[in-house]
């Protein structure tokens, strides 16, 4: 098969049947389903739980975005080998100078679009948002003085709000952009999550996401207490079975908080260039995994470095597409194959190499993957 007749395979189960195939043999067959794309690296919030432009954080990033013709180039190789889905991230995306020029590109191209936005801006960027299929917006406190206190002094709550009802319109007319807030929970804001939830609930959201915020040396006072984590864990198990009318991950939240091992392997990583010195609480795979999401996922960063397996976990940086095209490095890479077939052989998180792994995003959607793929294979070997 030509990779210019993988556009041409419109069966979304066809296309992910041969990226399962592609994990079995250990080669892609087809481009992965999605691809991350930081756009841009720079945001005008100071989110104080943020890696990069926290008040807390010293050394905060210089602004670094993708040039606009390589982007573009990128959206076409991504269509050409069959790619289902863009996903934008930044940084604040629409800081990205030729924002609504790429949300409409990935449109032209028949491609779902994804987008994370903050949503703090006023009301003349919603015609460009409405491109997107899915809109995630980060929203961690629901009162006036704690969402300055959280998302930084020059944010505004009701501005925010305004905002997704005037989408809630437009979603309701045309069926998008699906609108998904996230809360991220830390130490200052945790006591607000049940009347997030409300909140969200009220205004006929799609779909809310919870996650713990990512901790590191700098930021190290902002994660719970033992008594803080229990105060949590009764707010969750109170609400995950509310009859919400959005979709949502609570229970898993309380799973999570309920397993006992939150502060467990408190172990601090090195700063480096794919990475900062995140602490890792917790370890969500249990020791190890077989992790197939390479395949299925690909990200690339502001700089245009094409990581693997994750943009949480970057192991491999397979190329950059200021230097080469998007398509060659996902077809004709050994490095980028050698790394996704060792991860899918099984991580090991007491590892060095893969230590960050333990912080894991994906292992639903992994355990998913390898119950397929041990199934097929099993079914091949019967056959044979």
Same mark, same amino acid.
């Given at each position: 098969?030509?990779?210019?007749?993988?556009?041409?395979?419109?069966?979304?189960?066809?296309?992910?049947?041969?990226?399962?195939?592609?994990?079995?043999?250990?080669?892609?067959?087809?481009?992965?389903?999605?691809?991350?794309?930081?756009?841009?690296?720079?945001?005008?919030?100071?989110?104080?739980?943020?890696?990069?432009?926290?008040?807390?954080?010293?050394?905060?990033?210089?602004?670094?975005?993708?040039? $606009?013709?390589? &982007?573009? *180039?990128? =959206?076409?190789?991504?269509? !050409?080998? @069959? %790619? #289902? /889905? +863009?996903?934008?991230?930044?940084?604040?995306?629409?800081?990205?100078?030729?924002?609504?020029?790429?949300?409409?590109?990935?449109?032209?191209?028949?491609?779902?679009?994804?987008?994370?936005?903050?949503?703090?801006?006023?009301?003349?960027?919603?015609?460009?948002?409405?491109?997107?299929?899915?809109?995630?917006?980060?929203?961690?406190?629901?009162?006036?003085?704690?969402?300055?206190?959280?998302?930084?002094?020059?944010?505004?709550?009701?501005?925010?709000?305004?905002?997704?009802?005037?989408?809630?319109?437009?979603?309701?007319?045309?069926?998008?952009?699906?609108?998904?807030?996230?809360?991220?929970?830390?130490?200052?804001? $945790?006591?607000? &999550?049940? *009347?997030? =939830?409300?909140?969200?609930? !009220?205004? @006929? %959201? #799609? /779909? +809310?996401?919870?996650?713990?915020?990512?901790?590191?040396?700098?930021?190290?006072?902002?994660?719970?207490?033992?008594?803080?984590?229990?105060?949590?864990?009764?707010?969750?198990?109170?609400?995950?079975?509310?009859?919400?009318?959005?979709?949502?991950?609570?229970?898993?939240?309380?799973?999570?908080?309920?397993?006992?091992?939150?502060?467990?392997?408190?172990?601090?990583?090195?700063?480096?260039?794919?990475?900062?010195?995140?602490?890792?609480?917790?370890?969500?795979?249990?020791?190890?995994?077989?992790?197939?999401?390479?395949?299925?996922?690909?990200?690339?960063?502001?700089?245009?470095?094409?990581?693997?397996?994750?943009?949480?976990?970057?192991?491999?940086?397979?190329?950059?597409?200021?230097?080469?095209?998007?398509? #060659?490095?996902?077809?004709?890479?050994?490095?980028?194959?050698?790394?996704?077939?060792?991860?899918?052989?099984?991580?090991?998180?007491?590892?060095?190499?893969?230590?960050?792994?333990?912080?894991?995003?994906?292992?639903?959607?992994?355990?998913?993957?390898?119950?397929?793929?041990?199934?097929?294979?099993?079914?091949?070997?019967?056959?044979?």
């Amino acid at each position: 098969m030509t990779k210019s007749a993988m556009s041409r395979i419109t069966d979304p189960g066809i296309r992910d049947a041969l990226r399962l195939k592609s994990a079995v043999l250990g080669r892609p067959l087809i481009g992965p389903k999605s691809v991350n794309i930081h756009i841009i690296n720079s945001c005008n919030r100071q989110c104080e739980f943020c890696w990069y432009f926290s008040p807390l954080v010293k050394a905060q990033p210089k602004r670094m975005m993708l040039d $606009y013709k390589v &982007l573009k *180039g990128v =959206l076409e190789d991504c269509q !050409e080998m @069959g %790619v #289902d /889905e +863009i996903n934008f991230e930044g940084g604040e995306v629409t800081l990205y100078p030729f924002w609504v020029d790429a949300f409409r590109k990935v449109k032209e191209l028949g491609m779902r679009l994804v987008a994370y936005s903050h949503l703090d801006y006023g009301a003349d960027h919603l015609p460009g948002l409405c491109y997107a299929d899915r809109l995630t917006v980060n929203f961690s406190a629901v009162t006036q003085g704690s969402f300055k206190c959280v998302h930084g002094k020059k944010s505004s709550m009701n501005r925010v709000l305004n905002n997704i009802d005037r989408l809630r319109v437009i979603r309701d007319k045309r069926g998008k952009p699906k609108i998904v807030l996230s809360f991220v929970v830390y130490k200052h804001n $945790y006591r607000e &999550l049940g *009347g997030f =939830l409300d909140m969200a609930h !009220e205004r @006929g %959201v #799609d /779909e +809310i996401v919870v996650r713990f915020f990512k901790a590191t040396q700098e930021m190290r006072d902002l994660f719970f207490s033992k008594d803080e984590l229990g105060s949590l864990r009764q707010t969750v198990e109170t609400a995950w079975q509310r009859p919400f009318k959005f979709k949502h991950d609570l229970k898993k939240l309380y799973d999570l908080i309920s397993d006992g091992k939150m502060f467990n392997n408190v172990v601090p990583m090195p700063r480096s260039p794919l990475n900062n010195d995140r602490l890792l609480f917790y370890d969500s795979t249990g020791g190890s995994i077989n992790c197939h999401i390479g395949w299925f996922y690909s990200n690339i960063d502001e700089q245009g470095r094409v990581v693997v397996p994750c943009d949480n976990v970057g192991v491999c940086v397979a190329g950059n597409v200021n230097e080469r095209r998007l398509k #060659d490095i996902w077809f004709d890479n050994d490095y980028l194959h050698d790394t996704l077939r060792e991860a899918g052989q099984g991580i090991h998180t007491g590892s060095p190499k893969w230590q960050e792994c333990r912080y894991c995003r994906n292992v639903l959607v992994n355990k998913m993957l390898d119950e397929k793929i041990r199934l097929g294979t099993h079914k091949q070997h019967r056959r044979a």
